[in-house]
């Protein structure tokens, strides 16, 4: 059984800084694209950064120039470094993999739990 599970949310100030993880855990091949996404309160999930198995990167515009995607594939983790941070960053963040279980089966989406980011003076 594959798991995402994120850490790293929390409370923070205005132009204050959070780091989230996201490990993968369980049996699988391999891990091609890792995602953030996040969700605010009566919006749509969208999405904020992904990162490739080679590690190139993709950024939301409202991101761009303050988040940083990365990725350790030694401990099968994706992090987002988040800096100025601001208000409407705050939403519940969800982590996504697309994870082969074996070598003769497709690709499947995986999602963590979430995580409560609240951005708040």
């Known amino acids: 059984q594959v798991q995402l599970v994120e850490s790293g949310g929390d409370l923070v100030q205005p132009g204050g800084s959070l780091r989230l993880s996201c490990a993968a855990s369980?049996?699988?091949?391999?891990?091609?694209?890792m995602a953030w996404y996040r969700q605010a309160p009566g919006k749509q999930r969208e999405l904020v950064a992904t990162i490739t198995s080679d590690s190139s990167t993709n950024y939301a515009d409202s991101v761009k120039g303050r988040f940083t995607i990365s990725r350790d594939n030694a401990k099968n983790t994706v992090y987002l470094q988040m800096n100025s941070l601001k208000p409407e960053d705050t939403a519940v963040y969800y982590c996504?993999?697309?994870?082969?279980?074996?070598?003769?089966?497709?690709?499947?989406?995986?999602w963590g739990q979430g995580t409560q980011v609240t951005c708040s003076s």
């Open positions: 369980g049996s699988f091949f391999s891990i091609n694209a």
């Open positions: 996504n993999a697309k994870i082969r279980q074996s070598l003769l089966l497709r690709e499947f989406d995986y």
